[in-house]
């Protein structure tokens, strides 16, 4: 597993969330997979405490499931999961791009446009990790600009849940948000034209709800 490696000493439940919950949206750890801290803790060079409590985390987000004193696997791919984690995601992303939109400067726009160049390169090439990385960082310059932590937090939580079935469909060859659609989105946030912005926005997390079918 590339994604299990050891970790530095510092923020280790932090860095041992991260590394598992990356690890089960890449599929390294498949739906359904049998988890063990103890196996896990080895691997990423921990202690039991980080990954249990990571562990605990997973489970609060929906990535993991735990019967006491039984067994923790990871959860199967849900239809209806995603079309729900996608809802609140993209009403959020809404949300953050209404109030953002007014707010954003040159240097913004210009970021947004160098994530979706990076977005469309990496679809071009097949590099998943990339492209949605890519796709992150576009769209979090409206969430970051809009200063609305709450949703932030939110989106952090139940984006990974959308994030294991986006990816197998870029593994397939397809592509669940397009390029053309984050550059009408630019365009509309250059143009200050907060209307149109939030409109391309409902359309993109449409999009990914329609994915789930």
Request: with cysteine; net charge negative; hydrophobic share 45%.
């Amino acid at each position: 597993m590339d994604t299990i490696r050891p970790v530095p000493r510092t923020l280790l439940r932090d860095r041992a969330y991260e590394a598992i919950r990356d690890a089960i949206v890449a599929g390294e750890i498949e739906p359904g997979a049998l988890v063990r801290d103890a196996d896990l803790a080895e691997r990423l060079g921990l202690s039991r405490a980080p990954v249990r409590e990571a562990f605990s985390r997973l489970v609060d987000e929906g990535l993991l499931e735990s019967k006491p004193q039984s067994y923790t696997r990871v959860t199967p791919l849900v239809a209806a999961d995603v079309r729900d984690a996608a809802a609140v995601v993209g009403a959020l992303h809404e949300l953050v791009t209404r109030v953002a939109v007014p707010r954003l400067a040159a240097a913004h726009i210009t970021e947004m446009h160098a994530a979706n160049d990076r977005f469309a390169s990496a679809v071009r090439t097949g590099d998943v990790d990339a492209a949605l990385r890519a796709d992150d960082e576009l769209h979090d310059v409206l969430v970051r600009v809009s200063g609305n932590r709450a949703a932030a937090a939110t989106v952090a939580r139940y984006t990974p849940l959308i994030r294991r079935l986006e990816r197998r469909r870029f593994e397939q060859g397809g592509s669940c948000r397009s390029a053309g659609l984050h550059e009408r989105l630019i365009e509309a946030c250059a143009a200050g034209d907060t209307t149109e912005a939030v409109l391309v926005t409902a359309e993109i997390w449409r999009g990914l709800e329609g994915l789930a079918d």
